[in-house]
């Protein structure tokens, strides 16, 4: 039906709306692509913990005599259904971003609030880690958007720079403000990421090593949720890595007209 339109069109207006029309095709089978390929990671994805809530109802049914057993399995069916609500979750997630529209229903949001509400949420798995989150610098100045949103991007960054870093390391949150536009970098001593993975670590499910992932509570989504989240804001985030060495991701979003920047050098970033 579309192919007979864009003939149609064609005929009708010459040359230059042709390749428009047709452009414009390829991007929606493009579109839906993405969304098949989706549906089918989303449905791989839930199948594992919930074949696994399954086998494991059924074995804790067949010991119930065994006191042990019983308490293994119920430990195991807890985490595989951590696993996947913090699934659903970050799907839900995503489509809530696919269809927010931050431009028209955000709010002036303060940058130092957004990032001690990020760094407040992520204090208890580095405290388990015995990782110190350091805040160098402090920029007074508001971006337009939706502060809860803002708020889940950077903590789904500090998240991952406490997970993919060891014991007793520290993870440095820098903010600056320049030429417009405010960076907020987060900066691991963790274990880095190779050229190659670095070029796909923004896609949704991708994970260097799928089981480690999973075993610390990963969902495979959470720097597509940060991308999505930043570019719904206008921004961009970007990412520089060695492995052995940590990584740094940095988020640049505009900064709300009429505030004056007033950033700070900062202290501490390491
Ligand atoms: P996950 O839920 O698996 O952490 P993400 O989308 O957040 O999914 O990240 C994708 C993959 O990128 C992770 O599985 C991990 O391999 C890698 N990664 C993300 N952040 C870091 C980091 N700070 N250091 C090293 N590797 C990272």
């Known amino acids: 039906q579309g192919v007979i339109i864009v003939q149609v069109r064609a005929a009708m ?17 493009r579109t839906e692509e993405i969304r098949n390929d989706f549906v089918a990671n989303v449905s791989h994805e839930l199948k594992t913990p919930v074949g696994a809530i399954s086998l494991l109802a059924e074995a804790l049914e067949s010991s119930a005599d065994d006191e042990e057993a019983v308490r293994r399995f119920a430990a195991r069916m807890h985490k595989e259904s951590a696993r996947l609500a913090a699934l659903v979750q970050d799907i839900i997630e995503l489509s809530r971003l696919q269809a927010a529209n931050v431009a028209q229903e955000g ?22 880690k015995n990782i110190q989150i350091v805040i160098g610098g402090r920029v007074d100045a508001k971006v337009y958007g939706d502060q809860d949103l803002l708020v889940t991007a950077l903590r789904n960054l500090i998240d991952n720079a406490i997970r993919y870093s060891p014991e007793n390391t520290r993870v440095g949150i820098g903010v600056r403000a320049k030429e417009g536009l405010i960076a907020i ?3 691991d001593q963790g274990e880095g990421l190779s050229a190659e993975d670095q070029e796909r670590v923004f896609e949704r499910f991708y994970r260097v090593d799928t089981a480690r992932s999973r075993h610390t509570g990963g969902t495979g989504l959470g720097l597509s949720i940060v991308k999505h989240v930043i570019s ?28 004056a920047p007033n950033a700070k050098e900062p202290k501490d970033a390491a």
């Open 13 to 29: 207006l010459g040359e230059e709306y042709i390749l428009l029309l047709a452009d414009d095709r390829t991007e929606i089978t």
């Open 107 to 128: 709010h002036p949001v303060d940058i130092n609030d957004v990032i001690s509400e990020a760094v407040d949420r992520s204090q208890l798995p580095a405290e388990s």
């Open 185 to 187: 970098s987060v900066t």
């Open 232 to 259: 719904n804001h206008g921004g961009e985030v970007t990412l520089w890595s060695q492995p052995g060495q940590g990584s740094t991701f940095t988020l640049r979003l505009p900064e709300m007209e009429g505030q």
